[in-house]
């Protein structure tokens, strides 16, 4: 048999769909909701096990060598179509083929591919898009191991960015891909919101600017993470992003209890970065993958029910005499910012459960909220069951430089909070009492 490295060079792998799967009842497309309970496995090929089990192996038999060699012939691209069959864990499994079949079901996208970490999603794309002289345009800010990737890693090999503030303009956007159109744009990348400041990128605005700056093989690619809102709050693809990075690790995998990553888009794309994902093995575990399926199944319960917790707390936090701001985009509308108001009634279908408090004081009164506190957790990360708060400008942005500090907003009495799915009126209550501590 040919070493696993031949198959290095593979392009999608396409299986054959699951027997009796639904989709569809008479006319009717079922919801992500439903479709997280079953779709991409049959329980049939499992002894009828109700539940995936995990496969916890490294490489897959084939039936005959004519078979093996077929497999090959469609890995290696020599038969368009892709391999039939799984080859090899590096590449993939059913458990990581499951998952990737029900991300794409949130967002309707034509595929998916699960990650090891968000991180290892976005290095996975990045190192399949771009060349040494190539630019990478980007909003800013982006999450700070993301910015630390694009300027000090890339840059070693001599890939250049240029970037614009998450809230810009379309005129804004113009400028800034206008000039860099001058060299070869490899992707545009966005975060929206931008963390901490939750600003919005107007991703259709960024669309219409490509669209009408690069023409043919020079448009690049608009890949976004939507990990602070994705998928039940925000679909880019349907304000023309073409590829959509997840950290799964907060609110799809929800629970605080894995690391993992992914990416939604149009096949081509997707196979691109499965080219480099099956070259350097950035997939994720079996068992992770398990872990997500069950995550997937309560994502619309969780998310929904996080989401209406913060809309109540956020309502308390405003009106405490003790609260200076809150800046949660479910109070854009009461706000004075009607470009971000709009951009939120355009691109999003819910206001998160993450969310920046600005205390009346510095660093003393947000610490002292913070060791206040006894429902809510104090770390970093965000989207789990449980409500964690943390203090950016001590902890996740500690090491950014004052100056740009001040520019996003970090200040001292900021604290970032990301609500669970406890009970709204106790998480008040811990909040109402961490208060009286300032
Ligand atoms: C956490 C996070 C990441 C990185 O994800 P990991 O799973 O920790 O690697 C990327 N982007 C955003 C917006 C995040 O919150």
């Known amino acids: 048999m040919t070493d696993a490295t031949e198959a290095d060079l593979t392009g999608g792998t396409p299986r054959p769909r699951p027997e009796g799967e639904v989709e569809k009842i008479g006319d009717r497309k079922l919801k992500p909701a439903t479709m997280m309970m079953g ?26 060598a004519a078979a093996g060699k077929r497999h090959f012939e469609g890995v290696t691209g020599k038969r368009p179509g892709g391999a039939e069959g799984l080859v090899y864990s590096r590449f993939n499994g059913p458990n990581q083929e499951i998952l990737e079949d029900r991300l794409a079901v949130w967002e309707e996208a034509e595929d998916a591919l699960a990650f090891s970490s968000g991180m290892s999603a976005i ?7 771009v060349k040494p002289g190539d630019t990478i345009v980007h909003s800013g800010p982006l999450y700070a191991a993301t910015e630390t990737l694009i300027s000090r890693i890339l840059g070693r ?6 970037d614009f503030p998450a809230g810009a303009t379309r005129e804004e956007i113009d400028a800034v891909l206008s000039k860099a159109a001058t060299g070869n744009v490899a992707l545009i990348y966005l975060e929206s919101p931008a963390n901490p400041t939750n600003a919005l990128v107007d991703v259709e605005a960024v669309a219409a600017s490509r669209d009408a700056i690069f023409t ?51 096949k081509a794309h997707i196979n691109t970065i499965r080219l480099m994902r099956n070259t350097i093995g950035t997939i994720c575990d079996p068992n992770t993958a398990w872990m ?14 996080a989401g209406e917790n913060a809309a109540k707390v956020c309502e308390f936090l405003a009106s405490h005499p003790k609260v200076e701001k809150v800046g949660y985009l479910g109070f854009l509308d009461r706000g004075e910012d009607k470009r971000q108001a709009d951009i939120y009634r355009r691109h999003c279908t819910g206001a998160g459960s993450t969310f920046s408090l600005y205390l009346k004081g510095g660093e003393k009164e947000a610490f002292a909220f913070l060791d206040a506190l006894k429902i809510a957790k104090l770390a970093v990360s965000l989207g ?33 909070i990301s609500i669970g799915v406890e009970d709204a009126d106790d998480l008040i209550a811990d909040f109402e009492n961490a208060l009286k501590a300032v």
């Open 157 to 162: 090999f001599g890939v250049n960015w240029l």
């Open 216 to 266: 043919g093989d020079t448009k690049p690619p608009i890949a976004i993470d939507n990990t602070f809102l994705g998928p039940l709050w925000a679909q880019p693809l349907k304000q023309g992003a073409d590829i959509v990075v997840y950290s799964l690790t907060k609110y799809a995998g929800g629970h605080s209890d894995l690391v993992a990553g992914g990416v939604l888009g149009s």
């Open 123 to 129: 290095a996975t794309l990045f190192l399949s898009m």
């Open 384 to 416: 789990g069951t449980e409500t964690l708060a943390s203090h950016p400008a001590g902890m996740t942005h500690l090491s950014v430089a004052e100056e740009r500090k001040q520019a996003l907003g970090i200040t001292d009495n900021l604290v970032r």
């Open 39 to 64: 779709h991409g496995y049959d329980p049939m090929l499992s002894e009828g096990a109700l539940k995936p089990p995990i496969f916890l192996t490294s490489t897959f038999v084939f039936p005959n």
């Open 292 to 305: 997500l399926l069950r995550s997937l199944e309560t994502l619309e319960l969780r998310m929904s029910r």
